[in-house]
């Protein structure tokens, strides 16, 4: 039986992980985002879905730097408390952004960041 507290979070983690999707997709949205993004990245540390979205809004607001650091502190937690890599579509995200794509995101159905 699992934990009801994990349970809850982890249904949080998830509705946060779709509204900032929806957010993210709004034109002129972005500068007001960080902020928000940020906090939900501490919250919610393991979920590569939110870190993307992050990172994505911070390049979108001209924080290039930030967003690659962004990618690198959520590689380390995820190395660091589970042994693992991120999945493939956040290196790919980070890469785009490296490479200064002017709309970063892994190919998907709305070419956005992960779900």
């Known amino acids: 039986m699992r934990h009801p507290a994990r349970r809850t979070a982890r249904k949080r983690g998830g509705a946060a ?14 500068g007001s985002l960080v ?26 607001t001209g924080r290039q730097t930030d967003a690659l650091g962004a990618f690198e502190r959520m590689r380390s937690t995820l190395a660091n408390e589970l042994g693992i890599e991120p999945g493939r579509s956040l290196p790919q995200l980070h890469s785009r952004i490296r490479a200064g794509d002017a709309a970063p995101g892994p190919a998907g159905r709305d070419g956005g960041v992960p779900r």
């Not at 992980?17 to 972005?30: D, E, I, L, S």
Request: charged share 30%.
């Open 17 to 30: 992980g779709r509204a900032a999707r929806r957010r993210t997709r709004t034109p002129g949205m972005h």
């Open 35 to 60: 902020g928000e993004l940020q906090e939900l990245a501490g919250d919610f540390p393991l979920r590569e879905d939110i870190h993307a979205h992050l990172m994505v809004t911070l390049y979108r």
